[in-house]
């Protein structure tokens, strides 16, 4: 077995409050498994949401948010969440509630997949930026979605979008934010160890690898202009 304190001392804390609402007791009782939680935050936290915030916002060479025409029915979709979230959360079946999140997941996902931006970065700046600034208001939404379950992940999204306060309505956001990248405070030419390493060789991490590292060597150090 595992007590509370393992697990936090273990796990993303985030991540497993994620897990206990969406897999835990309502009705009846639930055995919890290492393995389960495990394979819950595999698939839900790292490929779904974790997967989608990083390339949208991690695209390579994006500094900003494009300018761009946000998709009509990604939005009305967005629109309708704080509405089903609302309506879940007064019932308090909060399952459901991550259900709706992960249903929202599941559409953007596809979108992202079919506008197929890697592509269009090439041939079609335009039709990129509309996809990229798209996505990116529905990680600004996203953020509010997940504040009651996982709200450090949400802070983390808003700081990267420069967005202050959680809100529960349509968000948008604001066209040429520059992403918030935090800085390496190290000088350049020098070797720096990343500790906590998501995914190596095949291995996902829960949220991290145990026992891995990463080491870099800084290029070169850049500034806001």
């Known amino acids: 077995g595992i007590t509370i304190q393992q697990m936090v001392e273990e796990y993303n804390v ?3 409050r994620y897990y206990m609402i969406a897999c835990g ?8 498994t290492v393995e389960n939680y495990i394979n819950v935050h595999n698939s839900d936290m790292v ?15 994006l500094e900003s948010i494009p300018v761009g025409t946000m998709n009509s029915d990604i939005k009305n979709i967005l629109e309708r969440t704080y509405e089903n979230i609302s309506y879940y959360m007064e019932k308090m079946e909060f399952r459901e509630v991550t ?6 997941l599941d559409r953007v996902n596809k979108y992202y997949d079919e506008s197929m931006p890697w592509i269009l970065y090439k041939e079609d700046i335009n039709k990129f930026n509309d996809v990229i600034y798209t996505c990116s208001v529905v990680c600004a939404n996203l953020a509010n979605y997940i504040e009651f379950v ?3 992940t949400a802070i983390k999204i808003r700081n990267y979008l420069n967005i202050k306060e959680a ?4 968000v948008t956001v604001e066209e040429g934010t520059e992403l918030y ?9 020098k070797t720096v160890t990343f500790d906590e390493v998501l995914y190596v060789d095949g291995t996902v991490g829960a949220p991290y690898v145990k ?10 150090q850049g500034k806001k202009k």
């Open 14 to 16: 985030d991540s497993l």
């Open 25 to 32: 007791p309502e009705n009846k009782d639930v055995d919890f």
């Open 47 to 61: 490929n779904k949401f974790g997967n989608f915030v990083n390339r949208t916002l991690k695209f390579k060479g």
């Open 99 to 104: 259900n709706t999140i992960i249903n929202v």
């Open 150 to 152: 996982m709200p450090t």
């Open 167 to 170: 809100s529960w309505n349509f």
């Open 181 to 189: 990248i935090e800085k390496i405070n190290e000088e350049v030419g």
């Open 211 to 220: 026992g891995v590292s990463v080491k870099a060597e800084v290029l070169k």
